[in-house]
């Protein structure tokens, strides 16, 4: 079952995060119709997502990240929220990139390309708070582990992993976050060094049998008293409905709608986020019309 754990050592000196999303990014595959490439950038972008949405306040708090690069894969938008749901999209999902030649691995770094790390989180204030940050490694997992120190001021190890199936299906999707707080001995952190210098990757162990909260517990924290607080189902879940889209056509003006039934045109709303088309027929428009 796909989750989310959360907790922390016994000494209260390290927050941890991990994530099961096999099932929610094998879905976001299956609606985009993404290619191997795409659907390791785009999993690796839902369980960073879903593990920072986990750390919101309320339900309504939405937290999206961006990736806004020069490479072949174009921009990745990922949403969650604190509900375990989230959604996403990729430009070009169909883009196929060679394996890196050296590591035989998806080159994710060459699909990215250059260009920007976004963090937007929407708390429910007049404005949202936006970080943002140079793509430096353009593995997301590194990447984030830099934002977090740069814009947070939060020492963290991220560790995200996709396997894929020769035939595309996803096998293993996951991953982890570790966060040192303040005043932590030093003697802890040599030793998360020393454990995460041993740790191979999350989704090769989630393949050989080991759950996430095994990860934790016997890999990444061995020997620092882990206690998982919460566990979460996450889904991929979009909530656009054709109400939300009849507001967006209230906001054409009253000649574009006219034109519209006068042409007998069928008005079309895409959802970028589960890819389905909202239509509008001409006695609909002049519903809508009729109430402007
Ligand atoms: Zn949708």
Known sequence: MDRIIRGITKDKSIRF?????????????????????????????????????????????VITLKIDGDGPAGVAIVTARKNGYVKGYVKNPEIE????????????????????????????????????IELKYGTIAKDLTYYFAKSEQIPSSVGLGVLVMPDGTIKQAGGFIIQVLPETQED??????????????????????????????MFI???????IKETAPVHYKCDCSKK????????????????AIDTNETLTIHCHFCNTDYNFDKKKIENILEQM
């Open 17 to 61: 995060f991990a994530i099961d999303a096999t099932e929610t990014v094998n879905k976001a595959t299956t609606i985009h119709h993404l290619s191997m490439t795409n659907s390791v950038i785009m999993g690796r972008m839902i369980s960073a997502t879903l593990m920072m949405a986990a750390d919101l306040k309320s339900d309504k708090n």
């Open 97 to 132: 990139i060679p394996l890196n030649e050296n590591t035989k691995t998806f080159d994710i770094q060459k699909a990215i390309g250059r260009g920007t790390l976004s963090i937007i989180k929407d708390l429910g204030m007049r404005n949202p708070y936006i970080g943002q």
């Open 188 to 217: 802890v952190i040599s030793k998360i060094e020393e454990n995460l210098s041993k740790f191979p990757n999350s989704t090769d162990m989630m393949h050989m049998g080991h759950s996430i909260e095994d990860l934790i517990s």
């Open 221 to 227: 924290l061995k020997d620092l008293e882990p206690e």
């Open 244 to 259: 939300k889209f009849e507001l967006g056509i209230k906001l054409l003006s009253k000649k574009e709608l006219q034109e």
